[in-house]
């Protein structure tokens, strides 16, 4: 994972607001995160055959927050080659070619034979499933009711999920060792959604807190298999003494996302799914009291 900017002393927090702020990077620290670029493998080169069905058949000419959209398919793709061994890293690469969060659809329904016959069987399984298990996540209760049941009870008891695709409403399931991976790429994905800096006055962002949960979530199941290393050291407190709290714990344990945020995020995606006729419903399926 890139080195993460500075989280801002707890006690200089209202200094100056956020809005305000700019980000900067020393000429030293911009130099190690370049050396620290240059020394990772290349990814493997696309099949053209892959990148003339994008460029012909759909249309990815559409903004990401930071850069255009391929530049954010391109980070998922390269992050799992270097830090997802053994996993097919297309799968972030195409993760969103049947769908978004906000109803934008790069490929259309009819395109799925063609896009099939350019993908492995494990390949299209993760991708078709991305946009439904990210909708859910986002909506929280799947979430929810993991964090309820506890992360032991889950790791031990889980026996996979059925759920809708958002393209098509089509009825989707996933065993528990594909789910297990499936959130790994999702973990993945979502790192490239937070904040740049000042990630304690942004709880609030529609993907930090997720991705928090998340990443503690599968940690404490010993189900995080993709590298994601967010051991950034000891936190100080305010009173400027350093504690052995690393950056993840201090934000869990300190700084708690309004469930107001949440309501609003929980209603926006119910919203979208409702215009395209795409079912939020889920099924867990447990151990002893399964039919997958």
């Known amino acids: 994972m890139p080195p993460t900017p500075g989280i ?18 020393s000429d030293e620290v911009a130099r190690k ?32 927050a930071d850069g255009s959209f391929m530049d954010h398919l391109q980070f998922c793709y390269e992050y799992s080659v270097a830090h997802f061994k053994n996993r097919p890293p ?7 070619i049947m769908g978004v969060g906000t109803n934008y659809f790069p490929m259309q329904v009819e395109k ?28 929280f209760d799947l979430v929810q009711e993991f964090l309820d049941a506890g992360p032991a009870k889950v790791a031990e008891n889980f026996d996979g999920i059925k759920f809708h695709r958002v393209i098509d409403n089509k009825k989707l399931s996933l065993d528990a060792d594909s789910f297990w991976v499936h959130l790994n ?24 807190d997720l991705f928090l949960v998340l990443f503690e979530f599968m940690k404490d199941a010993g189900k995080l298999q993709a590298h994601v290393d967010l051991d950034l050291g000891p936190v100080e407190n305010p009173t400027g003494n350093s504690t052995p709290t690393t950056l993840v714990g201090f934000l869990m344990n300190r700084v708690v996302p309004s469930s107001l945020k949440r309501r609003v995020r929980k209603k926006e995606i119910v919203k979208y799914s409702t215009e395209v006729g795409h079912s939020l419903d889920y099924e867990i399926l447990w151990k002893g009291n399964s039919n997958l």
């Not at 200089?12 to 809005?19: D, G, K, L, N, Q």
């Not at 492995?120 to 986002?138: C, D, G, M, N, Q």
């Open 8 to 25: 801002l002393n707890p006690s200089h927090s209202h200094e100056t607001p956020v809005s305000l702020r700019q980000v900067f990077w």
């Open 185 to 208: 790429y999702q973990l993945i994905h979502l790192m490239d959604f937070l904040p740049i800096a000042d990630w304690q006055a942004r709880m609030d962002d529609t993907y930090m």
């Open 33 to 64: 995160i370049e050396a620290d670029f240059q020394a990772l493998p290349e990814a493997p080169k696309h099949d053209q055959a892959l990148l003339d069905f994008m460029k012909n058949d759909c249309d990815f000419a559409m903004e990401h």
């Open 112 to 139: 799925l034979p063609k896009l099939q016959a350019l993908l492995s069987e494990e390949e299209f399984k993760h991708i078709e499933a991305f946009p439904s298990i990210l909708r859910l996540l986002i909506n």
């Open 90 to 96: 297309r799968v972030l690469f195409l993760h969103s």
